[in-house]
């Protein structure tokens, strides 16, 4: 083939009607589920943590030099 040369469009449809489709494999989805299931275990193992009050967070150097 020529350099710069492409298929046209007829031709090149007609090529990807031609491929079946590629699906996942079932170990694949089985990796899947699993890298889900540890996400959200990971997540439903985290404190409760709102950081709407003063006390949930942690002190600063500043938090000092504003009392003094």
Known sequence: MPVGWTLS???????QKLKPPIY???NEFLELFCVLGVFFSLMALMPEFEGGRGG?????ESDHEDRA
């Open 56 to 60: 949930d967070w942690d002190q600063q």
């Open 9 to 15: 469009p007829e031709e090149r449809l007609e090529r």
């Open 24 to 26: 996942p494999s079932t």
